[in-house]
């Protein structure tokens, strides 16, 4: 077997935010992938001539079924994964925004998801899996925080 290639992508996507209905504080938006056994943020790839902010508010549209505003960038998160089909191994770059939330419902989310849900921060920060997630949602309420939410 040849060694595997090595390949770069870039996606985008974000922490989609909303004041919580009659209680202090905010939540944020979550999708649900794996059969529902994973929680994450949602993203996508950067289509080719896209702009990363375009990309982001296209992903979380389409995979949460909520229209959002870019508030801020929160940073980015590079991880790396292998795919078995391509024989190759990609450093996955994901650029994440906080944005706030416009309009829609999270039952308007596409079939690359299993669900889409509304969370309090807290609630988000014990849900998801992944470790680049956890940051991005510790930095997004640092931000919200600091911005008096």
Not at 26 to 31: G, K, N, Q, W
Not at 75 to 96: P, R
Not at 120 to 127: D, H, M, R
Not at 133 to 145: F, I, S, Y
Request: charged share 30%; no cysteine.
């Amino acid at each position: 077997m040849n060694p595997p290639s090595i390949k770069m992508q870039t996606s985008a996507g974000g922490v989609v935010y909303r004041k919580r209905h009659g209680r202090p504080g905010f939540e944020v938006a979550l999708i649900s992938v794996k059969g529902g056994t994973v929680w994450t943020l949602p993203k996508g790839v950067v289509a080719g001539g896209e702009k990363v902010e375009d990309a982001a508010l296209r992903e979380v549209a389409e995979e949460t079924g909520l229209k959002a505003g870019i508030v801020d960038k929160i940073g980015s998160v590079s991880y790396w994964y292998y795919s078995s089909d391509e024989n190759a191994k990609y450093k996955k770059t994901v650029h994440f925004y906080l944005m706030r939330y416009l309009s829609g419902s999270t039952e308007g989310h596409d079939y690359e998801v299993d669900a889409s849900e509304w969370f309090p921060i807290e609630t988000a920060l014990e849900k998801v899996l992944y470790k680049g997630d956890k940051e991005t949602l510790l930095k997004a309420r640092k931000m919200l925080e600091e911005a008096g939410y």
